[in-house]
């Protein structure tokens, strides 16, 4: 794949990658739809357009939206783009596949960034501001059978993850997972990572994991028999 850099915009990283893997990995129908949330240069769009599907890219910044369409004419691929934010621009839409690399890392306050890169990665003193209203809304906007992909570090608390989705009556399990030192932006927070307990004191690394989960058929049978119980 060919990628030309927008300056402003997030450049692919080893978890990006991951993320391509882990979709080429998953079984796809053909003509899947297929919706890449927080697409930034918007590789894994075209990696996913690459394998004959019908692609949606979401991003809420507008250099994210040029590098995207640019680097999909680039690649011959393509790719819807539109701007927003996370599934407001695709409201009352269903896919077969929903891959997102959030911004996930832990901030010094609660204010997401309006502009700037740290909006490609600051979410909150927690770093869920984008993983908990990622994980409450996606199965509304799966098809039965249809999987959602999440890059998720171990900073940002798995566990939660996991429970959200499964309250939504996803399947949930770990696709893939890689422990390495911590990156350059984790390792300048590592202070304020000890201090707020989401990094054991001393600790100099973190699990990088693709999490899954699924839509299943009985799931959908349960959510259509008893909409409530999904809400509460
Ligand atoms: C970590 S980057 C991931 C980029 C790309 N998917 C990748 O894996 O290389 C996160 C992206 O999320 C975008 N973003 C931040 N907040 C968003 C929001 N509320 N809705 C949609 N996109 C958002 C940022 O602009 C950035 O491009």
Redesign the pocket.
């Given at each position: 794949m060919r990628l030309l850099h927008v300056p402003g915009?997030?450049?692919?990283?080893s978890?990006?990658w991951m993320?391509?893997d882990a979709m080429r990995r998953q079984a796809l129908p053909t003509g899947a739809r297929v919706l890449?949330?927080?697409?930034?240069?918007?590789?894994?769009?075209i990696a996913a357009a690459r394998r004959d599907t019908a692609v949606t890219a979401?991003?809420?910044?507008r250099?994210?939206l040029l590098s995207v369409r640019l680097n999909a004419q680039l690649n011959g691929v393509r790719v819807r783009a539109l701007r927003?934010?996370?599934f407001?621009a695709v409201r009352g839409e269903r896919f077969d596949l929903i891959?997102?690399?959030?911004?996930?890392l832990p901030a010094k306050n609660d204010t997401?960034p309006a502009r700037g890169r740290a909006?490609?990665?600051d979410a909150g003193r927690d770093g869920r501001a984008?993983l908990d209203p990622l994980c409450a809304t996606a199965a509304a906007h799966l098809q039965p059978g249809g999987a959602i992909l999440i890059?998720h570090s171990s900073v940002s608390d798995l566990t939660t993850t996991k429970r959200s989705l499964q309250a939504t009556h996803l399947s949930v399990d770990i696709v893939a997972e890689h422990d390495g030192p911590l990156g350059p932006l984790l390792h300048e927070r590592r202070d304020l990572l000890y201090d707020t307990g989401l990094l054991e004191p001393g600790a100099a690394s973190e699990r990088i994991a693709i999490i899954r989960g699924v839509r299943t058929q009985e799931a959908t049978a349960t959510a259509t028999a008893a909409p409530a119980a999904a809400t509460r």
């Open positions: 915009v997030f450049q692919p990283r978890d990006t993320l391509i890449d949330l927080c697409t930034g240069s918007g590789a894994v769009a979401v991003d809420v910044s250099r994210a927003g934010d996370l407001d891959v997102a690399n959030p911004p996930y997401l909006r490609a990665w984008l890059v």
